[in-house]
Nanobody, 127 residues
Framework: QVHLVESGGGSVQAGGSLRLSCVVS????????MGWVRQVPGKERESVAA???????TYADSVKGRFTVSKENAKNTLYLQMNNLKTEDTAMYYC?????????????????????WGQGTQVTVYS
């Protein structure tokens, strides 16, 4: 069973930075496609960024040039470095993965979607 635990959320002024972390338990980390998805209450979930087992990455247009997704296999940890944050980045951020990775697709997604999810960490950006 896969277990994902996010951390690193918080409140930051617009223009600031945060780094989210996601520790993944289980044996699926190295071969998985993993990513970050965010959601604002009342709105649909938005894929933000994803990275596959070959370290190929993909981003939503709204975060390109500001966010960087990365992973550290030795620590079973996924990261999201968020720079130049904007108020519209305010959301609950979820770590997610597809253990049977078929790679990434456009717009910050895994090709086969996300199948396992963490509980989320809140990011609030104020002006």
């Amino acid at each position: 069973q896969v277990h994902l635990v996010e951390s690193g959320g918080g409140s930051v002024q617009a223009g600031g930075s945060l780094r989210l972390s996601c520790v993944v338990s289980g044996n699926t980390f190295k071969g998985a496609c993993m990513g970050w998805v965010r959601q604002v209450p009342g709105k649909e979930r938005e894929s933000v960024a994803a990275i596959d087992s070959d370290d190929d990455t993909t981003y939503a247009d709204s975060v390109k040039g500001r966010f960087t997704v990365s992973k550290e296999n030795a620590k079973n940890t996924l990261y999201l470095q968020m720079n130049n944050l904007k108020t519209e980045d305010t959301a609950m951020y979820y770590c997610a993965l597809d253990p049977a990775s078929y790679g990434i697709s456009s717009g910050g997604n895994c090709y086969n979607g996300f199948h396992d999810w963490g509980q989320g960490t809140q990011v609030t950006v104020y002006s």
